[in-house]
């Protein structure tokens, strides 16, 4: 299946960790937004035309931005979504 036979539903069941806001980080989270960014990003570089839609280009560094984000908040202890709120806030402190 390619992302233009996929219905909205489809590309959020794929492609969107399944963290939601005030849900505590954990290791699944991690790994969920590790998989969603590993599979959308090897997607993206094996589409010619979709590498160079620049949403996609920006979703893609998104979600790995958002699993550096995880990773960083789960490695240091503070887990709480309240911490990822911060960190991505204050992405150059040492909260993460």
Do not use: W
């Not at 996609?56 to 709480?80: H, I, M, P, W």
């Amino acid at each position: 299946m390619t992302v233009v036979e996929l219905t909205g539903t489809d590309f959020k069941k794929i492609y969107f960790p399944k963290y939601r806001e005030f849900q505590d980080v954990t290791e699944d989270t991690v790994k969920d937004a590790k998989r969603c960014s590993d599979t959308f990003h090897d997607f993206l570089v094996n589409s010619p035309f979709f590498s160079g839609v620049s949403c996609f280009r920006v979703y893609d560094n998104d979600l790995f931005s958002f699993y550096k984000q995880a990773e960083r908040c789960l490695k240091s202890g503070r887990t709480s979504s309240l911490d990822m709120a911060d960190c991505k806030n204050h992405p150059n402190t040492t909260c993460c």
